[in-house]
């Protein structure tokens, strides 16, 4: 199993950034590319080369799964595994959001000591998949 | 600092920068409530306010504040049902109104546990002024003596002789440093381990300096792994390990280090501005080079980082301006750039600057970078201004200073007093002891006067055994008590030279600007001639200003 350590998280909201950020950074020992939107997102994301993408649901303009779908679109993120986070937890969603490709969902609020085991875990199990 | 620590540190940080952020929001979404109620333009209102509280939804939980997240979960519902159901719109909306009324006293009643509630520990002096000094020694004898100088020296010393109860011993205090002997042969040594453990938990290390019998590499890794800040082999020389023990309180209470950014991406600029804050860095950024030589001057930086493209200037020649200026050759310039070919920046650092760190960069590469080339610069020159031999000014400086105090006790009608000091019957130890043992003597009050005296005051080494010190906010009749007082710890100090054991004194002269004249046209001479009565009238003597 390759190793998880580049992470693109785009997020319009500048305190989960940051919170993420140190949470993925200092306890994950990740390397993590911030982007502000899904346009600066899919701007960096192919230079950047992500192991995993964490993407926003709800964000102005582009929205996660329309990002999601035009990362898609890079032949570099082709298969690169996407994580949607969002504040909405009604299990169709989670469901919804694995049928457009995403391999989990984690949930706001979350806790910033946990958020790297999270992705983690996710990473793993997508990798036991694939 | 460990992961977790620097983490807590981090997240209560950034937690008191949501605070902010909501103390500001919260009453933004008050006044849209109240828009809520002019009924005509509801539409736009309600879909900002749904986004909002989304948002806040996800946020709020985050960072603690857990009753507020689901409270504006809540109303992102309520919100949303006004949207899309118009019977229940005007029920609907009255609660959403309320609901958000509510909200920023919400936060006031929020008080989200904080991830780090405990205070930086700090090596800052007790209630009578003296650094605590934890000593863990088998050898009592070498307990004694350490205790004994280190108290000349000012400071409180505790000595334990068993190991066992050092953990126990260092959380009952607050200690500023641990002495720690590990030698192979004794229990200190068996002590690193959960002495490695315990320093993990803290939020700033402990310093620690090592003494041993073992001089070999492996005993120097071990001992750096437990914090150690000094090692010393034995016999020790307790000068030297005083002169480290206080270095290594200073590296603690040093300014921030300053770190200019040219990029002529503002942008990107104010990134790099909050990583670097976040760590504890100042920043300033220069967005137009043209400006940046009047930059430097005004902010003295210790590291320049310097984005090399930009449009009419590159970062080379900027780089090869500031290094034009002899008083900026000492400063590290690092570019920042998306170049990594490596030839091509091999060129670069051939004209000038010292590092590249190529972009995408991730925080953590950049905070390490910096830090480390501000870490060093500062190093290297409080070096370059500083007697190589106490670490005091040097003469030029020492005498601007008492010019400086002197215009300003004028200025301000504050008393300043002027103190020369010189070490009685030098010669003599030079010539019976050797050069090396009249150079710990030296070393040896340099250390106690600034142990003794306040942080205000300023000490410089005035030639080879003579001292200078400017006492600010300080009356003749006060410097001279507190002069007495050194005089009597120096001359209780042990020195040795082979088995000879022997104590030296000094002889010191004041002079003070000071009500009711305000009148001192040569400070350094009147103190020099008070000097010269005291070495008169015997040594071993302070001579102060004579009432008038």
């Given at each position: 199993m390759s190793q998880l350590q580049r992470i693109l998280h785009i997020e319009d909201d500048p305190s989960i950034q940051e919170i993420a950020r140190i949470a993925l950074e200092v306890v994950g020992g990740f390397e993590v590319k911030t982007c502000d939107g899904g346009a600066a997102g899919l701007a960096v994301a192919e230079a950047f080369a992500p192991d995993l993408v964490l993407l926003d649901v709800m964000m102005p303009g582009m929205d996660g799964p329309q990002t999601l779908e035009r990362l898609r679109e890079l032949p570099g993120l082709l298969y690169t595994p996407v994580v949607f986070m969002t504040a909405k937890v009604q299990s169709q969603e989670v469901e919804g959001y694995r049928a457009l490709g995403a391999v989990g969902v984690i949930t706001k609020p979350f806790d910033p000591m946990q958020l790297a085991a999270e992705i983690r875990a996710l990473w793993e199990q997508w990798n036991v998949e694939h | 600092m460990s992961n977790t620590e620097q983490l807590k540190a981090q997240l209560a940080e950034l937690g008191q920068a949501f605070r902010k952020r909501l103390e500001q929001e919260l009453p933004q979404l008050v006044r849209q409530a109240e828009q809520l109620q002019d009924a005509k333009q509801v539409e736009p209102v309600l879909q900002q306010l749904q986004g909002q509280l989304h948002k806040l939804a996800g946020s709020a939980g985050t960072f603690g504040h857990a009753a507020l997240g689901e409270r504006a979960r809540e109303l992102e519902q309520l919100a949303k049902r006004c949207l899309t159901d118009p019977a229940a719109a005007g029920e609907a909306r009255k609660r959403l109104r309320e609901g958000l009324c509510q909200l920023p006293q919400l936060l006031n009643q929020s008080r989200p546990e904080p991830p780090d509630s405990q205070p930086l520990e700090s090596a800052l002096p007790d209630e009578q002024g003296q650094q605590h000094i934890l000593m863990l020694e088998h050898d009592p004898e070498l307990a004694r003596q350490t205790s004994q100088t280190l108290s000349n020296f000012g400071y409180r010393v505790t000595t334990l002789e068993q190991a066992d109860s050092l953990i126990a011993q260092l959380d009952s205090d607050q200690y500023a440093a641990l002495i720690i002997d590990i030698s192979p042969e004794v229990a200190g040594h068996q002590a690193l381990g959960a002495l490695q453990h315990w320093q993990a938990g803290r939020n700033t290390p402990l310093p620690v300096i090592a003494i041993s019998t073992d001089s070999a590499f492996a005993a120097r890794l071990e001992a750096v792994r437990a914090g150690a800040r000094g090692f010393f082999t034995k016999p020790v020389d307790l000068t030297v390990l005083e002169n480290r023990l206080r270095r290594s309180f200073e590296v603690q209470q040093?300014?921030?280090?300053?770190?200019?950014?040219?990029?002529?991406?503002?942008?990107?600029a104010e990134r790099f501005k909050a990583i670097l804050d976040n760590a504890g860095m100042r920043v300033e950024t220069v967005l137009d080079p043209a400006q940046l030589l009047k930059r430097m001057n005004a902010f003295q930086p210790d590291v320049v980082l310097m984005d090399i493209n930009m449009p009419n200037y590159s970062g080379i020649e900027l780089a090869q301006m500031i290094r034009l200026n002899d008083n900026w050759l000492r400063v590290p310039i690092?570019?920042?750039?998306?170049?990594?070919?490596?030839?091509?920046?091999?060129?670069?650092?051939?004209?000038?600057?010292?590092?590249?760190?190529?972009?995408?960069?991730?925080?953590?590469?950049?905070?390490?970078?910096?830090?480390?080339?501000?870490?060093?610069?500062?190093?290297?020159?409080?070096?370059?201004?500083r007697d190589s031999m106490t670490g005091l000014l040097k003469h030029a400086d020492i005498k601007e200073q008492v010019e400086l105090e002197v215009e300003r006790a004028l200025r301000t009608q504050q008393p300043v007093s002027i103190a020369m000091i010189d070490i009685d019957h030098f010669k003599s130890?030079?010539?019976?002891?050797?050069?090396?043992?009249?150079?710990?003597?030296?070393?040896?009050?340099?250390?106690?006067?600034?142990?003794?005296?306040?942080?205000?005051?300023?000490?410089?080494?005035?030639?080879?055994?003579?001292?200078?010190?400017?006492?600010?906010?300080?009356?003749?009749?006060?410097?001279?008590?507190?002069?007495?007082?050194?005089?009597?710890?120096?001359?209780?100090?042990?020195?040795?030279?082979?088995?000879?054991l022997f104590q030296c004194t000094f002889s010191a002269g004041i002079s003070a600007c000071e009500a009711p004249d305000w009148c001192l046209d040569e400070p350094l001479e009147l103190a020099d001639q008070h000097l010269y009565q005291a070495k008169q009238q015997g040594r071993n003597r302070v001579i102060g200003v004579l009432p008038s």
């Open positions: - | 040093d300014d921030p280090f300053r770190v200019l950014v040219v990029d002529d991406d503002q942008e990107l690092i570019y920042l750039s998306a170049e990594t070919d490596t030839v091509a920046q091999m060129a670069a650092l051939l004209k000038a600057g010292d590092d590249f760190v190529s972009k995408p960069i991730s925080d953590a590469a950049l905070l390490t970078t910096v830090y480390a080339r501000a870490q060093r610069a500062r190093l290297v020159s409080e070096a370059l201004a130890v030079n010539d019976n002891h050797g050069h090396a043992v009249g150079d710990t003597v030296i070393r040896a009050l340099a250390n106690l006067l600034r142990q003794r005296l306040r942080r205000i005051d300023r000490i410089g080494r005035y030639g080879g055994e003579e001292f200078v010190a400017v006492l600010p906010n300080c009356a003749a009749a006060d410097a001279k008590a507190i002069l007495d007082s050194i005089r009597e710890a120096f001359s209780a100090l042990q020195f040795s030279s082979g088995s000879k």
